[in-house]
C-alpha cells in the first residue's frame, strides 16, 4: 500500500512502497539542464553525435536522473523530515520523449527516542518497459 507524502514514522512499515513519480524529459529539457549543471558532454542534446558514439540517440544525465530520486524521496518524506543520504547507480541509459518513472519502497524502519524514525528507502528509475535502469539507495529522519 502506496504512503501518502509527508510521511511520519508512525504510519509506516517496511514494504510501504512511495508513490511514483513519472518525468516525461524532453531534449530542450536535457540542453537546459547541460547549462544548470555545466555537463556539455554532447551526448546529452546532440543526436548525431551521440548516434556516432554508438548509442542510440540522446540520452539523459545521470545526474539529472540522480536529483529526480531525491525529488522523489523528499516529496514523500515532506518538509519536516530529514534526508540524510542518497545514492545512485545507473544500470542502463534512458533517453527523452519517453517516460522515466522513480519509485521506491521501505526496507527498513528503526525508531528513535522521540518518537520519529530513521527509514531506509529502495530507490530506482524505470524505462517504459519496467526496467530498472537506475538504482539506489536512501536514509531518512522522520518525525513521529
Known amino acids: 500500500m502506496p504512503v501518502a507524502p509527508g510521511a511520519r514514522f508512525r504510519d509506516v512499515h517496511v514494504g510501504d512502497e512511495l508513490p511514483p513519480l513519472t518525468k516525461h524529459p524532453t531534449t ?32 539523459l544525465h545521470g545526474l539529472l536522473k540522480a536529483g529526480w530520486l531525491g525529488e522523489l524521496v523528499q516529496t514523500w518524506a515532506g518538509p519536516n523530515a530529514f534526508v540524510r543520504h542518497i545514492d545512485a547507480s545507473y544500470r542502463g541509459i534512458d533517453q527523452p520523449g519517453r517516460p522515466y518513472v522513480l519509485g521506491g519502497k521501505i526496507i527498513s524502519a528503526e525508531p528513535n527516542a522521540d518518537g520519529g524514525g530513521t527509514v531506509e528507502l529502495e530507490i530506482w528509475g524505470q524505462d517504459e518497459t519496467g526496467r530498472r535502469t537506475t538504482l539506489g539507495q536512501a536514509r531518512v529522519d522522520l518525525e513521529p
Open 28 to 59: 530542450r529539457q536535457l540542453v537546459q539542464y547541460a547549462g544548470a549543471s555545466g555537463d556539455f558532454y554532447e551526448i546529452h542534446y546532440d543526436r548525431p553525435f551521440a548516434e556516432a558514439a554508438g548509442l542510440p540517440g540522446v540520452i
